[in-house]
């Protein structure tokens, strides 16, 4: 639980917000306002410093899951009000990609889109220092369109995206960008290629991240989404079932990414598990 001692005002900021994994009675509760005060309060002097302080913005410190929902968004809008004034920075580009994907994520189309476009010339394609930020602020707004359905375009970004990722090192960085990559070529009929790039994300988010992680975890779960797309329905089940019983395990059954799951493997078994 995090409050910071302020009095909220008229719009409903004094109220508690969840949007983790964290579980308990009072567990993964927070003001949006206080988040956003202990996410701004300190300074920082190096790259991994500015990595630490923005992840405030995003993931909670206890469960270490990205936030959700409601809190999700209207933390991405305070981080947005905190950076705007820094022209030129990739901490506002981040800010407003961050909020950019989850006004995707709304349909919110147009609003994102204005978002995007302005955050994007706040840095150089060309500045090796930003690319960091390109990725993951690009890879995010892709998965965000193909989420709402729409696959073209999210491949489009990806792929303006390309050159900047094979110059990175980050290969965290290359597992999200493969998975999302192989979910919109499947979504644009490209199955067998989606199956084959599908692998090679669900690989490289082992090795980064761990064979039981939420990132690995995920990588699967696209991967069973593409089986089913090319009408391998029984793989996609067989593989649905053992990332379900490993997230239940490690995060819980109430946690966004099982739910996730168990809703895939109910629509392909055709009854609630």
Sequence with gaps: YICMDREGGPDGSALPLRGCACRGPSA???????????????????????????????????????????LAIESARRQWRHHREAPG??????????????LLRLEEFDVAERLYVEARRSVADDDPLCHGVILSTEIARAGALITVGRPRDGLETLSSIRPIMDLSADAPCRAVYEKMMSLALAGVGRVDEALRVAADAVELARASYGPQSEATLDAMTARAQILTASGRVEDAKETLRHILAESTRVFGRDHEGTRNVLWHLTALTGWAL
């Design 28 to 70: 993964g509760f927070v003001h949006v306002d206080c988040l956003a005060e202990m996410a701004a309060r300190d300074e920082y002097m190096t790259v991994e410093g500015r990595d630490e302080q923005l992840n405030r913005w995003w993931v909670c410190g206890i469960c270490h899951q990205h936030f959700a929902g409601v």
């Design 89 to 102: 920075s990739t901490d506002k580009y981040q800010a407003f990609g961050s909020l950019a994907a989850h």
